[in-house]
């Protein structure tokens, strides 16, 4: 799958099966991606490549509407037969919205990790500060091509 | 010691805990505080990464699981389905389970445990791979154990003969369950009892397991398993609980015992088992009820918890015990 396939028509690219959607903002290390909503808030979910290394979620915790969630420190948490894991907030800010479709079936995430598969909405503090640590567009091509590669992930959406 | 006066990790301000319950687990935490002191062991081994926001092990695989039969086993248990084989890395043959434990051992993994799936009179065929496991052990210096079903004489000498470092086995204490759940018509308790025997005599280090639950999510024989395994002096217990994910489809969606049953037979063998480690092993359901189980387990006074949930570590020692971090599994906790 060549580099630029993707880029023309689509906003996404993709890279032995993964899609990577390039309007998002992502954490290459813990494979999650954000999004700036329209109304300043943000929304925070799991990559493919993130949902296929932790295979089919069997279980969710995601923190109560209200709560306020330093940067770095974990807004979810998820958990598989092999994998369990935080999901980090991305940005300092609220939870004010979370998705209780992925409490009741994990495995949403595995399905849909962009779209039903979201995990918690949270207004940020300062977004203009933390973006920053996030890539972005064309950026976030070779970074995710390395990762995908030195764990040698094919993804697949079925579980 | 005042069991509610332990800090709480903001993961456990919303767990409620039967207070009656806890009481009658204070007898198991002083068992535990007089024959073992206070160091409580966590383990968390290679198979599966582990993060939770107070327990994590920033260490590359130490310990990992090996299958002689990849993903087969001709039992198909209904509680298992030999989905617990997965995750294992498959070696079918003595040479590939050789070159299998070379390239772990380049990669830093110190220990392996061996198993695979049964065959259809309940017993795992490792006869092939005694000469490998002494090489192993011999020429690698890695930790081997054996995570075996039902064994027979030659079985159980001829792991002694190659040294392995553990045995392994699931005991059940109830025939209806060894014949239904475990498809063993032909088999009873007596068998699991002679193979406690067997093993014992070659001068194994048993570490028998218990799967509270396993009766499709009752408690059956757990109580009758653990007498049978103290009657044996095993080197540790490995308590573990029945996961429905794991189990055959229709099976999936029976519920595993309330954490408040569980946490009873897990106090019965911290009684059983006043001198010999017990331990809670990785094989649990992940979700609410593990927070509570885990919590039942610490004030019952278990020796270790595999995996544990989030906020375990921290109240673990605001119980005034001390965290010990493992990579390996727990089965080698009759070793510290």
């Known amino acids: 799958m060549g580099?630029?396939?993707?880029?023309?028509?689509?906003?996404?690219?993709?890279?032995?099966?993964?899609?990577?959607?390039?309007?998002?903002?992502y954490d290459i290390e813990t494979q999650t991606w954000l999004k700036v909503?329209?109304?300043?808030?943000?929304?925070?979910?799991?990559?493919?490549?993130?949902?296929?290394?932790?295979?089919?979620?069997?279980?969710?915790?995601?923190?109560?509407?209200?709560?306020?969630?330093?940067?770095?420190?974990?807004?979810?948490?998820?958990?598989?037969g092999k994998w369990a894991g935080p999901i980090n907030a991305l940005v300092e800010g609220e939870v004010v919205d979370r998705n209780e479709k992925v409490l009741e079936q994990p495995d949403i995430i595995n399905y849909d990790p962009y779209g039903e598969g979201w995990i918690v909405r949270m207004k940020p503090y300062d977004l203009q500060r933390d973006?920053?640590?996030?890539?972005?567009?064309?950026?976030?091509?070779?970074?995710?091509?390395?990762?995908?590669?030195?764990?040698?992930i094919i993804c697949m959406r079925c579980t | 010691m005042d069991f509610r006066g332990g800090q709480i990790h903001p993961s456990l301000e919303d767990v409620c805990l039967d207070e009656e319950l806890l009481r009658e687990l204070?007898?198991?935490?002083?068992?535990?505080?007089?024959?073992?002191?206070k160091d409580i062991l966590f383990h968390s081994p290679g198979f599966k990464h582990y993060h939770v926001d107070d327990f994590s092990i920033k260490t590359g695989p130490k310990f990992v699981d090996i299958s002689i039969t990849g993903k087969n086993c001709e039992l198909m248990c209904d509680h298992c389905a030999s989905k617990i084989l997965w995750h294992m890395i498959p070696?079918?043959?003595?040479?590939?389970?050789?070159?299998?434990?070379?390239d772990l051992k380049s990669k830093g993994v110190d220990g392996i445990l061996i198993s695979?799936?049964?065959?259809?009179?309940?017993?795992?065929?490792?006869?092939?791979?005694?000469?490998?496991?002494?090489?192993?052990?011999?020429?690698?210096?890695?930790?081997?154990?054996?995570?075996?079903?039902?064994?027979?004489?030659?079985?159980?000498?001829?792991?002694?003969?190659?040294?392995?470092?553990?045995?392994?086995?699931?005991?059940?204490?109830?025939?209806?369950?060894?014949?239904?759940?475990?498809?063993?018509?032909?088999?009873?308790?007596?068998?699991?009892?002679?193979?406690?025997?067997?093993?014992?005599?070659?001068?194994?280090?048993?570490?028998?397991?218990?799967?509270i639950g396993l009766h499709y999510g009752q408690i059956r024989g757990e109580f009758r398993a653990i007498d049978v395994v103290a009657q044996f002096d095993p080197s540790a217990l490995v308590l573990v609980v029945v996961m429905p994910y794991f189990g055959k489809a229709r099976f999936q969606?029976?519920?595993?015992?309330?954490?408040?049953?569980?946490?009873?037979?897990?106090?019965?063998?911290?009684?059983?088992?006043?001198?010999?480690?017990?331990?809670?092993?990785?094989?649990?359901?992940?979700?609410?009820?593990?927070?509570?189980?885990?919590?039942?387990a610490l004030h019952?006074?278990?020796?270790?918890?595999?995996?544990?949930?989030?906020?375990?570590?921290?109240?673990?020692?605001?119980?005034?015990?001390?965290?010990?971090?493992?990579?390996?599994?727990?089965?080698?906790?009759?070793?510290?």
């Not at chain 2, 005694?130 to 027979?152: A, N, P, T, Y």
């Not at chain 2, 119980?319 to 080698?332: E, F």
């Open chain 1, 37 to 80: 909503n329209d109304d300043g808030t943000v929304t925070m979910g799991l990559t493919d490549v993130g949902q296929v290394r932790a295979g089919r979620l069997l279980h969710a915790r995601i923190k109560d509407i209200g709560k306020v969630i330093k940067k770095g420190k974990p807004v979810a948490s998820l958990e598989s």
């Open chain 1, 3 to 25: 580099l630029a396939q993707g880029l023309e028509g689509t906003n996404e690219w993709e890279y032995n099966g993964c899609i990577i959607p390039l309007d998002l903002y």
């Open chain 1, 131 to 152: 973006i920053k640590d996030l890539l972005h567009g064309k950026e976030v091509i070779e970074e995710m091509r390395k990762y995908i590669e030195e764990w040698d």
């Open chain 2, 253 to 296: 969606l029976l519920p595993p015992p309330k954490p408040e049953e569980s946490a009873k037979v897990i106090l019965h063998a911290r009684k059983a088992l006043s001198q010999r480690p017990v331990v809670i092993g990785c094989a649990r359901p992940a979700g609410p009820d593990r927070v509570k189980f885990d919590l039942y």
């Open chain 2, 300 to 336: 019952a006074g278990v020796n270790g918890i595999t995996f544990p949930s989030e906020g375990i570590f921290t109240y673990a020692k605001s119980l005034g015990l001390n965290p010990v971090i493992s990579p390996n599994c727990c089965s080698t906790v009759f070793l510290h």
């Open chain 2, 26 to 37: 204070e007898e198991g935490f002083h068992i535990r505080l007089k024959n073992f002191g």
């Open chain 2, 116 to 211: 695979g799936g049964s065959n259809k009179d309940g017993v795992v065929e490792l006869y092939p791979f005694f000469g490998v496991m002494k090489r192993i052990r011999e020429e690698l210096g890695m930790f081997v154990s054996c995570h075996v079903g039902l064994v027979d004489k030659r079985l159980s000498e001829g792991l002694r003969e190659a040294g392995v470092d553990a045995v392994l086995l699931d005991i059940i204490g109830d025939d209806q369950t060894i014949a239904e759940v475990y498809k063993l018509p032909h088999k009873s308790t007596i068998d699991y009892e002679e193979s406690l025997r067997l093993l014992k005599e070659a001068g194994h280090n048993l570490v028998p397991h218990v799967i």
């Open chain 2, 91 to 102: 070696a079918l043959t003595p040479e590939e389970l050789w070159k299998v434990a070379n």
